[in-house]
């Protein structure tokens, strides 16, 4: 089996090829993070213009890099939901392209979803630092199966996860499991029984987590993207400097709208300020240590914030076998320690193992729809007919 890949939901114009047992067997992202750094956030405008510049090339790319042409694609995957529309919108309408002049199979990924599979993308390794299983992409190809033809992929398709072997994967995350998905627009805890089966059991009320960290860097006067900028500027400040507040919100959902303007407030009040004086007059305002006390003290408390939904997940969900951490938000060390120190065991007594992606997989990429893809191929799930796929900015995972 062979899939091609391409993801453009919001700033990251991405295309991979997948192979079998989620083998990656190429994967090209061109980020736009340098073009938004300017300006603090990214322009949806702008954005859909640069994916249009490059998506074909980049898709040239990862079928050069796998050293594939069009003839050895058996699938084509895309994410369609949920993102930016006109981000969506180029990298669907290319897809949708592809796979009408190829006459290839679409697959219609929600990109929650793949977030979550970057996790069963093959093989794992393990972090040393962290004692972690990650997965990540094989260094060398040289060992990659010989191309399956078409038919060959056709016949995969009728087969369900039962019948098909994938046990040249080892340590892959078991079912019933818990999936955290933290991103800069979502932040979700969703329950899996098997492949597939979504259930959402907490959401976010009004920001994401990791949309709370690109606005608490800007009050700080950090660069964007903020999550990575705080990380940062946080090894050097305390974690207990300055005391912030767990958002009062009842079962697992999550609230981090009032966490953000609780800095807002704290940085006023340390520098001596009028609550009315503008964010954005502040950051000038602090010295270097102050800057790293406050960004400290946000990250342990929304890190916190996060492992304690999460061991309340797992006290409703005695029968969890493994947690699965996914979205941009999952790179960050001190969530990654938390997660490890917290919840491998559960109240219950039982020891589980928590995944992460390899960190180049946490933010956005292709290889994770590929990965999505296949799974929804295995779990027999019907391709899309491309002559009426459309977007979804906003859709639920299902």
Known sequence: MKILAIESSCDETAAAVIGDDCEILSNVVVSQVDIFAAYGGVIPEVAARSHLEVILPVIHKALKDAVLTKDDIDYIAVTHTPGLLGSLLIGTLTARMLAILWDKPLYAVHHLKSHIYANWLNARVEDNALSVQHGCVSPHLKNRRKHSPSSQATILHKKSLSSVSVSSQSDLPEFPLLALVVSGGHTQIIYMKKHNK????????DDAVGECFDKVAKILGLPYPG?????????????????????????????????????????????????????????????????????ASFQETACEILAEKLEMALEAHMGVKSLVVAGGVSANKVLREKALKRLSVGSDGISRKVYFPELKFAGDNAAMVGAAAYYEILSGVEPTDPYVLNIAPRQEIA
């Open 198 to 205: 979504f259930e959402i059991i907490g959401t976010t009320r």
């Open 227 to 295: 999550g990575p900028s705080i990380a940062e500027c946080a090894k050097a400040g305390d974690v207990n400097k300055y005391r912030l507040p767990h958002p009062k919100v009842g079962g697992l959902d999550f609230s981090f709208s009032g966490l953000k303007t609780a800095v807002l407030r704290a940085v006023q009040k340390e520098l001596g300020v009028p609550i009315n004086t503008p964010s954005y007059e502040l950051a000038g305002k602090l010295a270097e240590q102050q800057r790293a006390d406050f960004a």
